[in-house]
């Protein structure tokens, strides 16, 4: 069993005049009704334009935000429309409606080598229930199926399980496709392996932790995650983020490191303050005091990650060091985003803040890889079944 991909796709009898149904993910962050990253849009061009040149009337479909199975007219696709739109140099029609009559209709007005995008799948509760009906319904506005949505194949969505389901020809698209072979670098890493992982809960990334504790030569771990693991070592946390309810989890994953010989670091100082917020004093220390909290790595910790990176073959990181959205809190995160830039080892990075945080120090095209799925990454790197992807198999 193998998963078809666009190549084969369009060789064969190719797609011109069909109707090729293609899930991307159009999961953009909005800040005041504006698109304020546009990764995902411009890593969808290339399965985009490769259907509308093979003249596909391709009907393109996405969800946005967690509306929950609500209309909530913030998270229309519109304005991902017209972002696309530009993009693609190509106009791009847009549908109010995720079926029924009227997407029937509009799918039923493209020309060839033409696109459509259909209203937000999740303003439809069968889309995250994987409703039989919502996914009928997908299916029947297409011939062909194309999954790109690489950043969503961890769901068992309609949209990304049900209508594959239904639908005798299916592809992956060119996105979904190259992060596969690029994450697969984090299954079979060339050693050592070095792991940054980093954000606000261990609960977030218990999975991941577990998996990877064992498997990576050396698991560096920042975010406020760290001071549950400190908590665990019986260290002093002050008022940091704790959660008291993975404390033995913590202690467990380190246990699992250790047994396997491998090594894992966490937080020798930090950048402390009384409370999150830029205009604070803040410290560095060694010990956290009562009172106070981290909110990032510090200046010994940076360095000793820093150079971690420089030994290693193969980095993955995923989630940042201290909360970078504020200056006085970045260092850490700065400091390692140049490291895995600067380490030659194959790098591949993940998850929307730790892309944000790249991205903002323009250091994007010294990573070999920017996955454009955070969760999904994540699964795929334990080495779990992504639903999206095993159901494209034939
Ligand atoms: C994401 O941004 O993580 C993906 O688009 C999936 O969205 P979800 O976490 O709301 O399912
Ligand atoms: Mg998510």
């Not at 937000?120 to 011939?143: C, Q, V």
């Not at 002093?236 to 380190?254: C, F, N, P």
């Not at 250790?258 to 010990?287: C, F, M, W, Y």
């Not at 290693?312 to 809190?329: C, H, K, Q, S, Y």
């Amino acid at each position: 069993m193998g998963v078809p991909n666009l190549d084969s796709l369009l060789a064969g009898s190719g797609v011109r005049g069909q109707r090729v149904l293609v899930r991307s993910d159009l999961n953009v962050p909005l800040s005041g009704g504006q698109i304020s990253d546009d990764t995902r849009i411009r890593a969808s061009l290339p399965t985009l334009t490769r259907l509308l040149e093979a003249q596909a009337r391709v009907v393109l479909c996405s969800h946005l935000g967690r509306p929950k199975g609500k209309i909530d007219p913030e998270l229309s696709l519109r304005p991902v429309a017209e972002a696309l739109s530009k993009a693609l140099s190509a106009p791009v029609h847009f549908c109010e409606h995720t079926i029924g009559p009227e997407a029937e209709q509009a799918v039923a007005d493209l020309a060839d080598g033409s696109l459509l995008l259909l209203e937000n799948l999740r303003f439809d509760a069968g889309e995250e229930a994987n409703d039989p009906e919502f996914a009928d319904a997908l299916a029947s506005l297409s011939d062909v199926y194309v999954n790109d949505a690489f950043g969503t194949a961890h769901r068992a969505h309609a949209s990304t399980t049900g209508v594959p389901a239904r639908v005798e020809r299916v592809a992956s698209g060119d996105l979904l496709q190259a992060e596969l072979v690029h994450l697969r670098v984090a299954l079979e890493p060339e050693r050592p392996f070095l792991c940054f992982l980093g954000g606000a809960k261990v609960t977030d990334k218990l999975g991941v932790l577990e998996a990877l504790a064992p498997r990576a030569d050396v698991l560096a771990i920042g975010g406020a995650m760290a001071y549950t693991f400190l908590a665990a070592r019986g260290e002093a946390t002050g008022s940091s983020l704790v959660e008291s309810a993975r404390i033995e989890d913590a202690r467990r994953i380190e246990a699992a490191a250790k047994s396997a010989g491998r090594k894992l670091l966490i937080p020798t100082d930090h950048v402390v303050a009384e409370k999150l917020d830029a205009n604070v004093p803040t410290q560095t220390v060694t010990e956290i005091p009562d009172g106070l909290m981290g909110l990032d790595i510090g200046p010994e910790t940076a360095g000793a990650y820093a150079a971690e990176a420089a030994k290693a073959r193969t980095i993955l990181w995923n989630g940042p060091m201290g909360v970078f959205e504020i200056d006085a809190f970045a260092q850490g995160t700065q400091r390692v985003a140049e490291a895995v830039a600067a380490s030659s080892a194959t790098s591949v990075v993940g998850g929307g803040d730790s892309l944000a945080a790249i991205n903002k120090l323009g250091l994007g095209d010294q990573i070999n890889h920017l996955s454009t799925g955070g969760g999904a990454s994540l699964e795929f790197v334990q080495g779990l079944e992504l639903p999206g992807v095993a159901a494209l198999e034939r």
